[in-house]
């Protein structure tokens, strides 16, 4: 049975005013129909510190610095990324409502449940489940995929006779290796993840002055016209307009998946009230980050004919070798960059498994009973985290055929993400114009939630429509941007899959505990 979320005021007040916190978000959960399973290890600063390494702003920008300066140049990514970040924030803020009202590991296709009309919630939410689910299915894989190709380039950095030999197999080999330390970690040292990630967010501060101090005072200088007004245009047909508009993607990317924390919601203590404030804090640490960092890199460039052809395939390591002179140096610089990417891809993957499980919890995917287990001795959905690893297996092995895997991961992954946030936030404004109730939890937008709402959706549309955009022209097989069709043939397969047997069993978010269960544990 699908859950009844019309809380009353006086349900509401209770909830808040109740001593115990420990309770609050065991009785929230209740109410939403959920028992607690998993076991609530974080509090605010180990779940901020994971917030902020999922999102990971300024790392995620240098190892994807290539594509931006491929197309935009320091223009798209210095005013781009205001614009990124003001459109983030609107989206953030947007999804942290709905993170108050409903603080569960399902977030979007619950949220979505909940906004939509009667007759449509079990199709869209079906939808929108299937969508968010491989949303961050594909952004775990770009971030192994990223982590494996940076070793690869310091291979080639260190040993530049590698160059030849080197095979997109490599890089699926070694993408392999990284997702069987996230499973032991996310399964057998569950325990130690809080603090995996609170040391994350602590180098992912400690690392930015770390790496910006050495390369502001040794690189050689840009110019501040080169900083301020030059716009790269490598797309080979494009308008600059155009050129610049790609050029935003690679920020877009880094700063989506800020709705990672949401869904260990069920894992954070004081869900209703935490989550939403990691979800806005995460954005405005990473942009301040972001922005400062890049700023310092675009004046430390160096020669941009070598940072646009470097052979180890990423701008930031040819302009850390220009900076120091020394492979060693380089080396050890870039790994600053790939640990943080690590502990990323750990708190990836964790939270990526649990909407999977949540998901499975409410019969969305096939196989769901086995993929809804919890292990009673670790705690965690062991199965789901199984499935997650699995899938990046599979698609790792894309890499092996096509030379732009990056961008089509990359694309794909902030694609999805977008119509994820989108649909949930739509729904949400559709109830403000009508005017209906909505039960808002601790933290909301007030007077400002319609126009905040508004910009997130035009924001996230702007920067969909260039998301399947290919980076060059003219358009071959190894230059396609391939994510506009993966994700309509996602979108198609949910569709197969709500025709076959979604509709006959489909019932939106299962209640596991019944009215009747919550009366008698108030009395």
């Not at 702007?462 to 980076?471: A, D, E, R």
């Amino acid at each position: 049975m699908a859950p009844n979320h019309q809380q009353n005021s006086s349900e509401k007040k209770e909830l808040n005013d109740d001593a115990s916190s420990e309770i609050n978000d065991g009785i929230l959960l209740e109410h939403l129909g959920k028992k607690e399973q998993l076991k609530r290890n974080f509090g605010f600063f180990s779940i901020l510190a994971l917030s902020s390494t999922l999102i990971l702003s300024w790392e995620g920008i240098c190892s994807t610095l290539s594509a931006a300066f491929f197309n935009g140049g320091p223009v798209s990514i210095i005013y781009g990324m205001l614009l990124v970040i003001s459109g983030s924030l609107a989206l953030a803020a947007s999804l942290a409502e709905m993170a108050s009202i409903c603080p569960i590991s399902g977030a979007q296709y619950h949220w979505t449940f909940i906004f939509a009309p009667r007759k449509w919630a079990n199709f869209i939410t079906w939808m929108q489940g299937w969508i968010t689910v491989f949303a961050w299915q594909a952004a775990v894989t770009s971030c192994s995929y990223l982590i494996a190709t940076q070793i690869q380039g310091l291979a080639i950095l260190n040993y530049p006779s590698y160059a030849a030999d080197a095979k997109r197999w490599h890089a699926t080999l070694l993408m392999w290796a990284v997702m069987l330390v996230c499973y032991l970690i996310n399964v057998f040292a569950i325990r130690l993840l809080p603090i995996i990630e609170l040391v994350g967010g602590i180098l992912h501060v400690a690392l930015w002055v770390a790496l910006l101090v050495p390369l502001v005072v040794l690189a050689p200088r840009s110019t501040n016209a080169f900083v301020w007004t030059e716009l790269i245009n490598e797309s080979g047909g494009y308008s600059d307009g155009i050129s610049w508009c790609i050029g935003l993607l690679p920020i877009a990317f880094n700063f989506s998946g800020f709705d990672g924390s949401i869904h260990m919601s069920e894992e954070v203590r004081h869900a209703a009230s935490t989550v939403p404030k990691i979800i806005i804090l995460s954005i405005i640490i990473n942009a301040v980050l972001a922005f400062g960092f890049m700023i310092g890199l675009l004046y430390s460039v160096g020669n941009i004919q070598n940072v646009l052809n470097t052979p180890t395939g990423f701008a930031i390591i040819e302009i850390f070798y220009q900076a120091t002179g020394s492979t060693k140096a380089a080396t050890a610089m870039m790994i600053g960059i790939i640990v943080p990417f690590f502990c990323c891809t750990i708190g990836i993957v964790a939270s990526v498994s649990r909407l999977t499980w949540a998901f499975s919890r409410d019969g969305g995917l096939p196989f769901s009973p086995f993929f809804a287990h919890v292990n009673p001795h670790y705690h965690v959905p062991a199965r789901s985290i199984g499935l997650v690893v699995s899938v990046v297996v599979v698609l790792s092995l894309i890499n092996v055929a096509s030379s732009v895997a990056l961008n089509a991961i990359i694309s794909l992954t902030t694609l999805a993400l977008y119509c994820s946030y989108l649909i949930p936030i739509s729904l949400l404004l559709s109830k403000r114009i009508r005017k209906e109730p909505i039960d808002f939890g601790p933290f909301t937008l007030g007077r400002f939630g319609f126009l905040i709402n508004v910009y997130s959706i035009v924001y996230g549309i702007f920067i969909i429509i260039f998301l399947p955009f290919p980076p060059s022209l003219p358009v071959t097989a190894t230059t396609m941007n391939y994510a506009g069709p993966v994700f309509v043939a996602v979108v198609l397969i949910a569709l197969g899959g709500w025709i076959v047997s979604g509709r006959k069993h489909f019932q939106g978010p299962v209640r596991e505990i019944d009215d009747s269960e919550n009366e008698m544990k108030k009395e």
